[in-house]
DNA sequence: TCAAATATGTTTTGACTCGATACTATTAGA
DNA sequence: TCTAATAGTATCGAGTCAAAACATATTTGA
């Protein structure tokens, strides 16, 4: 009862939150947008954009423009208009925005607390959770953003691998990255 | 790598908010502010004041007094002073506050969410995440808040059950709540 | 072809969060 | 006793957030 999952996420939440702030302070960083810089660095380049970022921390765009403003005028992410369509705008994270996250993400004690668990334990926990995830994903009609390599579109060819919803050639560094139009 | 654990916790963690923020909306509660309230719903009377939330919710404590006073002035708690301590104020979850719980507290898309783990495997997350949970707690040197239940001042005696801390007697109620000075 | 609808992104506004700081009241302890 | 510690409140400024209005750019479809 007391430890309901639901619970017991928060409560990590929370914590990770706490240490997030934390060691945002030398850059004067909020949570948020160590959240949306984590996210940029880890999405491919049909997802770095500012209403990908928007879907996948669940804010609206306005609220999220504003962080992503910041984080340029910090020189975290630098601003690329797409060059075939002029309404879009890439983000893509600058060396300084990569330096940070090594050093800060993810926190130090939540990973010294997770060598808590053996492998095979903490293979188990992520399994599960993705499964959860998913689900509530799904469930609340939010995109999914899975791992391109994982994706229905993702096909290989003889010529190397191919996304069948751009029809573009993608290498093997793109493969590992979320996608927002990820579908299982 | 794309799928660390505190990713999928922090995304988890945002879609809660999101859905919690809708289900507030009727009244006007903020999520932090539903926080709160659920964690007072689930603590003893050893942990049911201002500092204690404090502490739960990892923020400042003027901060948190500025949540609680808007949960008193929704009359979804109330403020007790205590007995002894005239410092102290106690925080009571009214019925009205009992009422929004049991309707929005856990998120019914996540609940559902959960119903595709199995018993088994729900209860195997749980127990991998609360070792998680301590073990971060411990590494950042915070509060564990245990059920008292488990916790090393719990004593069962021929009179009943007490709290070697307080040295106070234990009803069978008492002892299933959160308390903040929980030892393992 | 070209106007209407749609999509991406920014700006503004007002309510709220948050840490920091200063403050009051009460209790503990030397 | 009288100083330090503890519980809690009040205020301030920076930032988050949703909502709405706005500016461009692209797509749709008559």
Excluded: W
Aim: with cysteine; aromatic share 6%.
């Amino acid at each position: 009862m007391n430890d309901e999952l639901f619970n017991l996420i928060e409560r990590l939440a929370n914590l990770l939150r706490q240490e997030t702030r934390l060691e945002g302070q030398s850059l004067g960083l909020q949570p948020i947008q160590q959240e949306a810089l984590y996210y940029l660095s880890t999405c491919n380049r049909y997802s770095d954009t500012t209403l990908a970022v928007t879907e996948f921390l669940g804010l609206t765009k306005g609220t999220v423009s504003q962080s992503l403003k910041i984080l340029e005028s910090k020189a975290l992410i630098s601003k690329v208009k797409d060059k075939k369509d002029k309404r879009i705008t890439h983000l893509n994270v600058t060396e300084a925005g990569r330096e940070f996250l090594k050093k800060t993400c993810p926190p130090q004690k939540f990973t010294d607390a997770i060598t808590s668990l053996s492998i095979d334990e903490e293979f188990e926990t992520k399994t599960l959770l993705k499964k959860v995830l998913s689900n509530y994903q799904q469930a609340t009609g939010r995109t999914a953003f899975g791992v391109c390599q994982h994706c229905k579109f993702n096909r290989k060819t003889s010529d190397g691998i191919l996304c069948d919803l751009t029809k573009e050639a993608l290498s093997s560094d793109d493969i590992m990255l979320i996608c927002r139009e990820y579908v299982v």
